[in-house]
């Protein structure tokens, strides 16, 4: 989601910045839509670093000595977490 919000902000901000030709008194339009490109470029941002940082795996290595044969056993269990797109 923040990846989408990310690149409307970015084309919010490049019509209120290039496509625009309004004149307003109160607010430099041209300001607005560079400072919407900014913002946008830095929530898409911050949210591929959120997606890329949940990938993340865990290993967990265990080892144990049967009681019967003495035998010594090793488990390894690796986990991902699920990726939701």
Avoid: N
């Amino acid at each position: 989601m923040s990846i989408g919000f990310g690149i409307f902000l970015m084309v919010v901000g490049a019509i209120l910045a290039f496509a625009l030709e309004i004149q307003v008194s109160w607010i430099d339009l041209r300001l607005v839509g560079y400072l919407l490109i900014a913002a946008g470029a830095l929530v898409t941002v911050l949210g591929l670093v959120l997606i890329f940082r949940r990938r993340s795996s865990s290993t967990v290595s265990s080892t144990s000595i049967d009681p019967k044969s003495g035998a010594r056993i090793t488990r390894q269990e690796s986990s991902r977490p699920e990726t939701k797109y």
